[in-house]
C-alpha cells in the first residue's frame, strides 16, 4: 500500500461548497472531475474529503484476497473511494463497513459500482454515493488489488488524497495538486451568484445583476 497523503490546510469555508459551484470551478479550469453516474444512495447527503482509493479486480480462484479489511487503514475525515470497474452484479460495500465508518468518523463512501444495506447506512447517517444499490457480496468475486493507487470514479481518474466532494447532485473530484486554485475559484463564483441574487431583488434586471458580478467572465473557460 502507498503512503496516505496529509491532507491540506484548507479554510473551513470549502467544505460548505457545493459540487455544483465546484464543477463550474473545475470548468473555467479546463480540469476534469465531474464524475458521471455516481449519485447519493442512503445516510448523509454531503461529503468532502481526501480520497483513500482501493481498486477491485475479479477474485483469483486460487489464491483469494479481501474485500474488506483496508477500513482500518482510512484515517478519520478521508474518503473512501472504491473502484469496482462500475460493476452492478456484486456490492464492495455494505452495512458493517457503513457502520464501522461511521463510528470511525471516516467522511463518507463513493463505489464506482453498487452498494448494498441502505437502511443501515442511513440509520448511521453515514454518506454512501454509488451507481446502485445490489444486494449480492462482492466476498468470493472480487478482491482488492490496489490501496492508495489511481483509480476511476466514473469517468474521472481519482488519485489517493484528490478531494471528492458529494451532495445530492453528485460527485466532483478535485485534483490535490490544484485543489486551493479550484476552491478559491469556486468560492468567488459562489460569491458572485450571491450578488447576483441580491441585485436582483433589489431591482436590477438578471442581465445587469450579471454583469456588474462578471459572472460570465467567472464561469468562462481559461478566464
Avoid at 162 to 190: H, K, M, N, Q, S
Wanted: proline share 6%.
Amino acid at each position: 500500500m502507498n503512503a496516505f497523503p496529509a491532507p491540506l490546510d484548507l479554510p473551513p469555508t470549502v467544505a460548505e461548497l457545493s459540487t455544483a459551484e465546484i464543477s463550474d470551478a473545475l470548468d473555467a479550469l479546463r480540469l476534469p472531475g465531474s464524475a458521471l453516474g455516481l449519485s447519493h444512495m442512503a445516510g448523509g447527503t454531503r461529503l468532502f474529503g481526501p480520497a483513500f482509493t482501493v481498486r477491485y479486480v475479479p477474485v483469483d480462484s486460487a489464491n483469494p484476497g479481501t474485500v474488506g479489511d483496508y477500513l482500518d487503514d482510512v484515517p478519520e475525515g478521508a474518503v473512501v473511494a472504491l473502484d469496482n470497474a462500475g460493476r452492478r452484479d456484486c456490492t464492495v460495500w455494505g452495512g458493517i463497513l457503513s457502520h464501522l465508518a461511521a463510528h470511525r468518523r471516516i467522511g463518507g463512501t463513493v463505489v464506482n459500482g453498487v452498494c448494498r444495506d441502505t437502511p443501515e447506512a442511513d440509520e448511521a447517517d453515514y454518506p454512501l454515493f454509488a451507481c446502485g444499490r445490489f444486494m449480492r457480496t462482492g466476498k468470493d468475486r472480487v478482491e482488492v488489488q490496489a490501496v492508495c493507487e489511481p483509480i476511476s470514479l466514473g469517468d474521472v481518474r481519482v488519485a489517493a488524497g484528490d478531494y471528492i466532494v458529494g451532495d445530492l447532485d453528485g460527485i466532483v473530484v478535485v485534483p490535490r495538486a490544484r485543489a486551493v486554485e479550484v476552491f478559491e475559484r469556486a468560492l468567488t463564483l459562489r460569491s458572485a451568484e450571491h450578488r447576483i441574487v441580491e441585485g436582483t431583488l433589489r431591482g436590477l434586471s438578471l442581465a445587469q445583476a450579471r454583469e456588474r458580478a462578471a459572472y460570465h467572465t467567472l464561469q468562462r473557460a481559461g478566464s
